[in-house]
């Protein structure tokens, strides 16, 4: 007897903390890579990087629950004040900016002495989910923010058991769908051949030949120019016609006068050799920036070594500002960047609202040791870029997945080990409410909580006006 009344109460308490147990499990499978990356080996040990690992990922997803809760609670307010539609909008703000503070607050906890203040972490968000979905053109008019909150709305809406609330709520995200996907679905430039590469530092491919297929862009992968200089071009790419072949790579550059390295990304053709050349300007943080919480842990043990071997072997140095496009013969502006931005959809934006006519990334990401929810997560963020912005874009990487996704986010084609992977792609100079605007619903967020508060503190809800109501009678 007693044992079945001790199981009722588990059993009640389950039922009563359900809805914190769903958003731990749900921000613990999104940070799970933190247990794959090779972080674990930089404290010294296996142990003691495993309970680093533990830390970090208990903050960050302590940090996560805290700020969708404080949002669960101000919407079931706002749903009791407010009628349906004015409940419906004040919440979707409410519930886009919550994603975008889950995402930068994170992203705060991560910062190192290179780390940048506007650097997000969105890799929780279930805007990652909805973009792989036909809901991925809404994010043409609402952003990567304003999308997450229409998916954090129907969980709480069906959470709540609002079901026709639910419904309309899907049905006006399936008509902003269709806004989103009309008018932008088709390109309007120019097209032309491109290569993208999948490698892995210690075994590269064979040189390119960029004449057979008259290929006009090659996008080498992170670090895939190291050591290769205008007079070495040939070992990577090269070409039989007199003809101009551009390409996009970075290189390793250690400076005379500080510890670390830049991570510079080049730009040229097969012609005039290098062109241009800019050092990266936001870094992963973990794999190229130690953030400051696991600097003060390896302090804390001790572990003077690792910190000057992560300084020497991996630590890089942030460019002085944001990487600017490369023009193409034939209108073509290519928007670059190297590995981490693709974890900040604003880059990509900030991108295709100064002129880029196409995107593309040249990425390593063989810290994160193969993690399946990494590979989804950033190849989702690179949809998102796609299709929020409609542009193709681009990816080559060692030790993980090359692609091209066409300016609607369909897969053109993909390949891992050693590929060397070539389409057509298109130009596109059109742009998107999202491109011209970006994550208004954020701000339409900040506003509409310091409306419910000041609200709340003006006016008293209906039932502290009938306790006063019904204490004057008395």
Not at 159 to 178: E, G, N, W
Not at 194 to 204: C, H, K, T
Request: aromatic share 12%; charged share 20%; net charge positive.
């Amino acid at each position: 007897m007693k044992i079945k009344t001790k199981n009722n109460k588990i059993i009640k308490k389950l039922k009563h903390n359900s809805l914190t147990l769903g958003l731990i499990i749900f921000f613990g499978i999104a940070w799970s890579w933190v247990f794959f990356t090779d972080l674990l080996e930089l404290a010294g040990s296996k142990v003691q990087g495993l309970i680093l690992a533990i830390i970090i990922s208990a903050i960050i997803i302590g940090l996560s629950v805290v700020i969708l809760r404080l949002a669960i609670k101000i919407n079931k307010d706002v749903y009791k004040k407010y009628n349906f539609i004015t409940a419906t909008l004040l919440a979707l703000a409410v519930f886009a900016l919550a994603d975008f503070l889950v995402a930068w607050l994170t992203a705060l906890f991560w910062i190192g002495p290179e780390g940048r203040l506007d650097s997000i972490l969105p890799l929780s968000s279930p805007a990652l989910i909805a973009i792989n979905t036909p809901f991925a053109y809404a994010s043409r008019l609402i952003g990567f923010y304003g999308l997450a909150s229409f998916v954090w709305l129907v969980m709480f809406l069906l959470f709540t058991k609002r079901y026709k609330i639910a419904l309309s709520v899907i049905i006006l995200l399936s008509a902003i769908s269709m806004a989103g996907w009309y008018p932008y679905k088709n390109t309007s430039g120019s097209t032309f051949t491109a290569n993208v590469i999948s490698e892995a530092l210690d075994s590269r491919i064979n040189p390119v030949n960029v004449s057979a297929n008259d290929v006009s862009l090659t996008v080498f992968p992170e670090y895939g120019l190291d050591k290769i200089t205008n007079e070495s071009l040939s070992d990577r790419i090269y070409s039989k016609d007199n003809k101009k072949h551009f390409f996009i790579g970075s290189e390793q550059f250690i400076p005379s006068d500080r510890v670390g390295h830049y991570n510079r990304l080049l730009f040229g053709n097969t012609t005039d050799g290098y062109t241009n050349k800019q050092n990266k300007y936001r870094l992963i943080p973990g794999g190229e920036d130690l953030p400051y919480i696991l600097r003060l842990g390896l302090r804390a043990t001790n572990q003077k070594d690792t910190l000057d071997y992560f300084s020497y072997a991996k630590g890089t140095l942030k460019g002085p500002h944001q990487l600017t496009p490369f023009r193409i013969d034939g209108g073509t502006v290519v928007g670059s960047a190297v590995c981490s931005s693709i974890i900040s959809p604003e880059d990509y934006r900030h991108f295709a609202k100064n002129g880029s006519t196409i995107f593309t990334n040249s990425a390593s990401l063989s810290i994160f040791q193969g993690s399946s929810v990494f590979s989804y997560q950033q190849k989702s963020l690179a949809k998102f870029m796609a299709v929020a912005n409609s542009r193709y874009f681009l990816q080559s990487a060692n030790k993980a997945r090359a692609f091209i996704l066409d300016n609607n986010g369909k897969t053109l084609v993909e390949g891992i080990d050693q590929k060397l992977l070539t389409n057509t792609v298109a130009n596109n100079t059109t742009k998107t409410p999202y491109s011209l605007v970006g994550e208004w619903m954020v701000v339409a967020g900040a506003i509409a909580v310091i409306y419910i508060i000041i609200k709340g503190k003006l006016s008293p809800n209906k039932s502290s006006r009938k306790k006063n109501k019904n204490s004057r009678k008395a």
